[in-house]
């Protein structure tokens, strides 16, 4: 089967519209942050940050399957000492737009270089919230396993007899561990936290994000011909992976630069543009031909 693009020029809130409903089966995406690179894409102020991104996510919402997911990279900044409280806030108004918040990874930036500012440190760290429409979303965890490491041969060298049972939280939370299951095993499940470098040759974006963090999201959260979406692609680092992990994409970005920069790269099948309300495909020969 044929692996497609779709790209679509314009703001993802009117864009995503032209998306069909239970059509996505994974959203990776990094939005602007609040009022962060208003020098080249526009920033939204921290206390409107909210308001902006229902309209969005309640579309993310409609053109998610109910086992997708939605994994947003997001940080919240500092503003005068404090950090603000947007992200949090953000949280609660999504769960009550029918979300369900399941997880939280944390991306180490792990070549951060150290630096110091009078009441803090280097931030070498970024949300990436898991959010899901059903409880049964798809989860392929084989996909992600890690080699067991060296803490395993110390560890399991010599098991208690505590080692070789079941043992239960003390806290109740129903998780337990029997150690002696990971004898002789070379993978093991990560973490939720993952250590990976900023992206630093990236492709002329200035907030470009590794493509080792869309591709642990895209093993993890689907397989080969799934659709895979990115409302705020950037350089499309989301849509090149997913498109040499044999994975359908769909990009939206409001800058003609980026779209023709992924457009380029991609060759995608369809392009698509809103002015102002009318749909047109762009044909390779940039004709346009208005479709809805
Ligand atoms: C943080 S960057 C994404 C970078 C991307 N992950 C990459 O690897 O290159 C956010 C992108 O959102 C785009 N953007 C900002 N507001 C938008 C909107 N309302 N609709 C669509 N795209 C928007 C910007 O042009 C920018 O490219």
């Not at 399941?102 to 500012?117: M, Q």
Request: hydrophobic share 35%; net charge positive.
């Amino acid at each position: 089967m044929e692996i497609r693009t779709d790209l679509y020029l314009g703001d993802s809130k009117k864009m995503l519209k032209k998306l069909k409903d239970n059509s996505v089966d994974l959203v990776v995406t990094s939005p602007p942050y609040a009022d962060q690179r208003k020098n080249t894409y526009g920033g939204i102020h921290p206390d409107k940050y909210v308001e902006w991104f229902l309209p969005i996510s309640k579309e993310l919402l409609r053109v998610l399957k109910p086992t997708g997911t939605f994994i947003l990279n997001i940080k919240e900044k500092v503003v005068e000492g404090e950090r603000s409280t947007y992200v949090m806030e953000l949280i609660i108004a999504m769960r009550k737009q029918g979300w369900l918040w399941t997880e939280e990874f944390i991306w180490h930036k792990k070549n951060s270089y150290p630096g110091k500012w009078p009441n803090r440190f280097r931030d070498s760290w970024e949300r990436l919230l898991q959010f899901n429409k059903s409880k049964q979303f798809h989860m392929y965890q084989e996909e992600v396993m890690v080699p067991m490491g060296d803490w395993a041969k110390n560890r399991l060298k010599n098991l208690s007899e505590t080692d070789k049972k079941r043992d239960n939280s003390k806290v109740g939370s129903g998780f337990g561990k029997n150690i002696s299951n990971w004898v002789n095993r070379e993978k093991a499940y990560p973490t939720n936290v993952l250590h990976l470098a900023t992206e630093c040759s990236n492709k002329n974006h200035s907030a470009a994000f590794p493509e080792e963090l869309p591709e642990w999201f895209i093993k993890l959260f689907t397989k080969e011909e799934d659709v895979v979406l990115d409302p705020f692609m950037g350089s499309g680092t989301t849509l090149l992976v997913a498109n040499r992990m044999r994975r359908h994409s769909v990009g939206i970005d409001i800058v003609p630069e980026y779209y023709n920069m992924v457009r380029e790269q991609l060759k995608p099948v369809a392009l698509y543009i809103l002015e102002p309300e009318t749909l047109y495909e762009q044909t390779e020969s940039d004709r346009r031909i208005a479709i809805r």
